[in-house]
């Protein structure tokens, strides 16, 4: 299993927002920054957050990335049928001394 | 335009090698850090390994240490995965990343990957 956790699944109607959860421990958010990734179907990732909350150039900001303690959360706003995608956080692990990724969201715009 | 087009994947018997490269353009190759990731068949993102601009330093996730070694040649442009005593479970797409500047471990391109099968 992942070593950062994420819920297998979420789902909200188009135009609500949805959230996204990546809990962790001292050794890898609690002490480095957070990256979110969104791997829509077929596609290869794409980076949508990074140090926690900062989204590269051409990233909506329906798109946002929080922290607190040893987890991090991504929020969706405005849903879109075309969010459907898995969603992924990753981060350092000092301890591990590599990187790691939690298991990955899937999001169901129903 | 950033491009990573990764080659060398396959079908290989267990305890067999492959070495997978990563051509890349577009952007001043040797400033960046670089990382392998990889995905089996219809599951998440597992780190592999990452190295340096220089290639002085290399970091690998557990399961693959001894087995893998990651290498880059500045002169090329390129990135490689040396992979040795392959086994079922390393069976996965092979994405060749490029860490954003910024701090932590950010991957803001990546290829679209090498298909790498161990049959079990």
């Known amino acids: 299993q992942s070593v950062l956790t994420q819920p297998p699944s979420v789902s909200a109607a188009p135009g609500q927002k949805v959230t996204i959860s990546c809990s962790g421990s001292s050794s890898n958010i609690g002490s480095k920054f957070v990256s979110w990734y969104q791997q829509l179907p077929g596609t290869t990732p794409k980076l949508l957050i990074y140090?926690?909350?900062k989204r590269p150039s051409g990233i909506p900001d329906r798109f946002s990335g929080s922290k607190s303690g040893t987890s991090a959360t991504l929020g969706i706003t405005g849903l879109q049928t075309g969010d459907e995608a898995d969603y992924y956080c990753g981060t350092w692990d000092i301890s591990l001394s590599f990187g790691v990724f939690g298991g990955g969201t899937k999001l169901t715009v129903l | 335009e950033v491009q990573l087009v990764e080659s060398g994947g396959g079908l290989v018997q267990p305890g067999g090698s492959l070495r997978l490269s990563c051509a890349a353009s577009?952007?001043?190759?040797?400033?960046?850090?670089m990382t392998w990731v990889r995905q089996a068949p219809g599951k998440g993102l597992e780190w592999v390994a990452n190295?340096?601009?220089?290639?002085?330093?290399?970091n690998y996730v557990d399961s693959v240490k001894g087995r893998f070694t990651i290498s880059r040649d500045n002169t090329e442009n390129s990135l490689f995965l040396s992979m040795n005593s392959l086994r079922a479970e390393d069976t996965a797409l092979y994405y060749c990343?490029?860490?954003?500047?910024?701090?932590?471990?950010?991957?803001?391109?990546w290829g679209q990957g090498t298909l790498v099968t161990v049959p079990s």
């Open positions: 140090e926690d909350n």
């Open positions: 190295i340096k601009q220089d290639g002085s330093e290399k």
């Open positions: 577009g952007f001043t190759f040797s400033d960046y850090w």
């Open positions: 990343a490029r860490k954003h500047p910024a701090v932590g471990t950010p991957l803001d391109f």
